[in-house]
T-cell receptor, first 112, second 111 residues
Framework: GENVEQHPSTLSVQEGDSAVIKCTYS??????FPWYKQELGKRPQLIID?????GEKKDQRIAVTLNKTAKHFSLHITETQPEDSAVYFC???????????FGTGTRLTIIP | EAQVTQNPRYLITVTGKKLTVTCSQN?????MSWYRQDPGLGLRQIYY???????DKGDVPEGYKVSRKEKRNFPLILESPSPNQTSLYFC??????????FGPGTRPTVL
């Protein structure tokens, strides 16, 4: 089955700086890669996703890049703000298939 | 309001006493899933369902049962709970297997 590894497990970044979280996956047939944000005590929420037919996707301060050959994808947050502090999860699946494998999460702390 | 609801949100039970956690969504989604969240392990899928009467095992199905008799409901059953099933459980639904909408979570403690 699919295995998703996520690094780092914790990340502290000065406010205004950039943060990068990296994930690798094992199943070359996976073609859908979402990122979820979970604030303390709350439910995970989708913040951005990418399909394997594109290499990069941006949404304001958030971007995701995908390298299919190396089987890794990354989340980039620029101009970080205190409200970016949360746990971030990457995941992988085959498009249209509900079987979703998550990484172990990254706790991001933005230092004011 | 479009939402996924779970009940109960919290409970304390004892080893071996059957437990059912209900999940309901009002978005007419085909897909529903159950996850457990444990520190350092992230979110792990227990079971998922792509349609009524169609369910399949996720990565950690042992000790759990599910059923999907109606589109909107997807209960999680712990037939004989054990302390290692103390966790945070999330139900989720999605329209097409893409964006997952999570419920608020249920935290059972098994003594």
């Amino acid at each position: 089955g699919e295995n998703v590894e996520q690094h780092p497990s914790t990340l502290s970044v000065q406010e205004g700086d950039s943060a990068v979280i990296k994930c690798t996956y094992s199943d070359s047939a996976s073609n859908y890669f979402p990122w979820y944000k979970q604030e303390l005590g709350k439910r995970p929420q989708l913040i951005i996703d990418i399909r394997s037919n594109v290499g990069e996707k941006k949404d304001q301060r958030i971007a995701v890049t995908l390298n299919k050959t190396a089987k890794h994808f990354s989340l980039h947050i620029t101009e970080t703000q205190p409200e970016d502090s949360a746990v971030y999860f990457c995941a992988a699946s085959k498009f249209g298939n509900e079987k979703l494998t998550f990484g172990t999460g990254t706790r991001l702390t933005i230092i004011p | 309001e479009a939402q996924v609801t779970q009940n109960p949100r919290y409970l304390i039970t004892v080893t071996g006493k059957k437990l059912t956690v209900t999940c309901s969504q009002n978005m007419n989604h085909e897909y529903m899933s159950w996850y457990r969240q444990d520190p350092g392990l992230g979110l792990r899928q227990i079971y998922y369902s792509m349609n009524v009467e169609v369910t399949d095992k996720g990565d950690v199905p042992e000790g759990y049962k599910v059923s999907r008799k109606e589109k909107r409901n997807f209960p999680l059953i712990l037939e004989s709970p054990s302390p290692n099933q103390t966790s945070l459980y999330f139900c989720a639904s999605s329209l097409s297997g893409l964006e997952q909408f999570f419920g608020p979570g249920t935290r059972p403690t098994v003594l």
